[in-house]
């Protein structure tokens, strides 16, 4: 199965662009790490991407939380992206019709398929949420992840509803390049693609190290527990990292990326060995 085989070896499976750079980049870089900056101000965010950039493959954004954004951030931030190596996922989680998400995806003041090599999205909608927004990502090379699972403490995403999003996925493997989950979905939802042949990446937030949880119901695991245990493929770490974000003491988040970056590592190469 898939858990199994190094990051290169996936990235030769993958055709849809967006899923083979991010393993490519994984790879490169030796890391499995998404920093989520979850900042309100444009100097925070660009300071924490700078400083945590050598550590990642990937770097998660709300775009919608910053209250001084200007078209000229996406400018900077793909420069940071050049500078750095890491690729881009705007976690947009869009969640309604096909052809509001297409708008949502495509226009308004973010743009988001223009920049964001990666988004994702809610299956509540059915499989016309994926037909909507891969008009627009398809030809740009995007890729889309499916919400089969949450990291909050009574999640509704659970039992037949994960299955049907696997299934979902599995009509659609051109454009959804895996999910938001908190582990494998190898297996789940019966299905006559066998294990080897399917090769959906597991991108998973609610990870840190020095906490178990927040007081509005997030739950954290740690890397080890996430990619060993679990056979998630990213981990995916906000304020394990930056903490409040605000009067960012670099020193302190460039230690604190590094540490993740390496726990994610030594957890990858302890699965493949297995
Ligand atoms: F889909 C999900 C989920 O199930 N849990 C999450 O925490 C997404 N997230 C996002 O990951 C959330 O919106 C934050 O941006 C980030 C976690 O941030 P933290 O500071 O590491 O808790």
């Not at 050598?54 to 209250?67: Q, S």
């Not at 297996?187 to 840190?208: C, I, M, Q, R």
Request: glycine letters at 8%.
């Amino acid at each position: 199965p898939a858990y199994s085989l190094t990051y290169a070896q996936r990235a030769e499976r993958h055709s849809n662009p967006a899923a083979k750079a991010l393993l490519e980049t994984i790879e490169r870089k030796k890391s499995n790490l998404c920093v989520s900056v979850d900042v309100a101000k444009r100097a925070d965010f660009l300071r924490v991407i700078d400083t945590v950039g050598p550590y990642v493959c990937l770097i998660k954004t709300h775009v919608d939380i910053i209250e001084d954004f200007e078209p000229a951030l996406i400018e900077r931030l793909n420069e940071l992206s050049i500078k750095h190596d890491f690729l881009i996922f705007e976690d947009r989680k869009f969640a309604d019709i096909g052809n509001t998400v297409a708008l949502q995806y495509s226009s308004g003041v973010h743009k988001i398929a223009q920049w964001s090599h990666i988004t994702n999205a809610h299956p509540v909608p059915g499989p016309s949420i994926i037909v909507g927004l891969s008009s627009v990502g398809l030809p740009l090379g995007r890729g889309l992840l499916l919400l089969a699972e949450m990291s909050t403490k009574g999640s509704l995403a659970t039992g037949s509803y994960t299955e049907e999003a696997v299934r979902m996925a599995r009509a659609h493997r051109d454009f959804v390049i895996g999910f938001i989950a908190q582990r494998r979905m190898d297996g789940v939802g019966a299905s006559d693609v066998s294990s080897d042949e399917e090769d959906f990446l597991v991108l998973t937030p609610g990870v840190g190290l020095d906490s178990r949880g927040d007081s509005m119901g997030q739950q954290y695991r740690t890397p080890d527990e996430v990619v060993f245990e679990s056979g998630c493929d990213v981990i995916i770490v906000g304020r394990g990292i930056y903490g409040k974000g605000n009067d960012v003491d670099t020193q302190t988040v460039q230690a604190q990326a590094e540490r993740y970056r390496k726990e994610g590592w030594v957890a990858y190469e302890k699965r493949i060995a297995r």
